[in-house]
């Protein structure tokens, strides 16, 4: 299936709206077509001096299309932007729900810029393909016919030599426009996405770029970009000022040959004299329908540019597709990794060489090594982000591809050493853990945490905002935050990974001691790049290369909680 098929299919669910936007736009130019129509009549009928008893009919005639069409005009307006604005938000939460599956594993060879345009500009791109290439075609169609009809009423071949200059101006014209655009349109849409991209890389590390003197250096980046993307609007302006020009040209060559032809019928007296002025005005006046076709297939290629880079994304498979016939979540929690091989890509290394370990459920685990050692690939594998290779990961004695995605994901509660925060409240963060969570119940988390004296010495405590990705809080307090986050979900699986590093000693030993309640009958499995003695664990796994080196025993001497 073509790209343009693909974009019409996404419309129809909105396909009466777009017919009434066609009707109102044919309505519109037709009310166009009579008014220049009457308008030419009524003046040559009152230049023979005729009463205005005779003039009335045309009179009203001229005020009822002015009228009609500054009526339609803001109609058709409205219900063209109304069904375009209902399609774009659809394709928004289409694009949304299709790239949702994919991450992180095919997002991760994106910018965050990229996909960022992907979904906004991209989409956005696409209001002109709704607006501009669809409903103008449909609507010039009928509007040549209706002025093909009016003049054919007087003389086929004026009739003809309509068509044949509509034709040319509405087919052939941007046909033209639309091969020369091809190149400019799609520099453009993929010049603008790098831009963006650029521009989201430069704004996130400007405070390093400052510290390292790069500022001019990112800033000639960005003039380069931009000037190539100045280049391709620059050689689409130049085609669109081409095809413009050629389609006056063309309007008013068309205007001058059916008055040319009409004038032989008039004094032959096959036509009236007063109808003389009408039949070229009125064939002008229908290519106002026509002329914007040229804009409108060059559109066509932006829109499809914009729209191959979506499909592009949409069409990618995931890189853990759910079965066909899932199993119901486990009635146990333990988990397994068996001869576990994997690589993030073909030609990588192994980050998991023959990996097997099992942790009972309720019990604990510690898995130690170094960054790079592939510990945090065992959560993207227990996650179902990514698949094994050879082996297999189970939870509750089945293979974790046997259940769907989301499913496995409701039962692991993680906490990471770089947690994503929204940009929104502290109370926001909490509740995407448990969106009906109480104040009680968060306050209670952020307790075990070690947030609650933090939180009460906020101004607006729970409604404190944090900022884009937790900017106005410290390493240690977005990493408690992510941990009141695990509390609140209530999983039976916890995975802690990395997830006190920034916390100093006496904070991170008070945690993990207020924490031993919560753990007691959950599966959990503790990341780390040293030594754990905070709680005890069933025993420690060392992870060198992929590979597990060393099992640890039993810990169970824990220390005493830190005193105020």
């Not at 009928?45 to 009228?67: P, Q």
């Not at 698949?387 to 293979?399: F, H, K, L, P, S």
């Not at 597990?548 to 824990?558: A, E, G, K, M, S």
Request: charge should be neutral.
């Amino acid at each position: 299936m073509n790209t343009f098929t693909r974009l019409v299919r996404l419309m129809l669910p909105f396909k009466w709206w777009i017919a009434l936007a066609t009707l109102l736009s044919f309505a519109t130019l037709g009310a166009g077509v009579g008014l220049m129509a009457m308008s030419a009549y009524l003046i040559s009928k009152a230049a023979l001096s005729v009463g205005f008893s005779e003039l009335a009919v045309a009179v009203t005639a001229v005020r009822a299309f002015a009228i009609a069409r500054a009526a339609l005009r803001y109609a058709e307006r409205y219900i063209t932007h109304r069904a375009t604005f209902h399609i774009l938000t659809r394709m928004r939460v289409w694009f949304y729900t299709a790239i949702e599956p994919l991450a992180p594993a095919r997002l991760q060879r994106l910018h965050s810029g990229d996909v960022f345009t992907r979904i906004s500009a991209d989409v956005e791109t696409l209001e002109n393909f709704y607006i501009r290439v669809i409903v103008p075609p449909l609507a010039a169609v009928l509007v040549v016919a209706l002025a093909c009809v009016l003049l054919g009423a007087f003389d086929w071949s004026l009739a003809l030599t309509l068509a044949l200059f509509s034709i040319l101006v509405g087919i052939v014209l941007p046909i033209v426009t639309q091969r020369t655009s091809r190149a400019p349109a799609a520099a453009l849409v993929a010049t603008r996405a790098a831009l963006n991209a650029h521009l989201t890389d430069q704004i996130q590390g400007l405070a390093d770029a400052l510290a390292y003197s790069q500022a001019q250096n990112f800033s000639r980046q960005t003039a380069a970009l931009g000037k190539q993307m100045d280049d391709a609007q620059l050689r689409l302006a130049h085609w669109r000022g081409t095809s413009n020009a050629l389609a006056v040209l063309l309007t008013g060559l068309a205007g001058l040959t059916i008055l040319a032809l009409a004038i032989p019928f008039v004094t032959q007296g096959e036509i009236q004299g007063v109808f003389l002025a009408l039949l070229p005005l009125a064939a002008i006046a229908s290519f106002e329908a026509t002329q914007p076709l040229s804009a409108a297939f060059q559109q066509l290629e932006t829109s499809q540019a914009a729209a191959r880079r979506l499909f592009e994304l949409v069409d990618a498979p995931p890189a853990s597709p759910d079965p066909a016939q899932p199993l119901a979540s486990p009635a146990r929690f333990d988990i397994e990794f068996r001869n576990v091989r994997f690589a993030y890509a073909p030609d990588d290394a192994l980050a998991l060489d023959d990996v097997s370990f099992h942790i009972p459920q309720g019990e604990r685990l510690v898995l130690r090594g170094a960054s790079g050692a592939g510990k945090s690939t065992l959560v993207n594998l227990l996650a179902r982000f990514w698949e094994a290779d050879a082996g297999a990961v189970r939870i509750g004695g089945n293979d974790v591809r046997a259940y769907r995605a989301d499913d496995v994901r409701q039962l692991l509660g993680v906490a990471s050493q770089h947690p994503h925060l929204f940009n929104g409240t502290l109370r926001d963060n909490f509740l995407v853990a448990k969106g009906d969570a109480t104040d009680a119940e968060i306050l209670d988390a952020c307790r075990i945490a070690q947030l609650a004296e933090f939180i009460a010495a906020l101004p607006l405590g729970l409604d404190t905002l944090v900022g884009e990705n937790g900017m106005k809080l410290s390493g240690g307090e977005r990493q408690r935050v992510a941990i009141a986050r695990v509390l609140l979900k209530h999983a039976p699986i916890l995975i802690f990974d990395e997830a006190t590093a920034n916390l100093d000693a006496r904070t991170e030993q008070a945690l993990w001691h207020a924490l031993e309640p919560f753990l007691q009958t959950r599966t959990t499995l503790i990341i780390s790049h040293r030594p754990f003695p905070f709680i005890a664990h069933a025993q420690t796994l060392i992870l060198e290369n992929g590979r597990i080196t060393q099992t640890l025993d039993r810990v169970q001497n824990i220390p005493p909680a830190p005193t105020a």
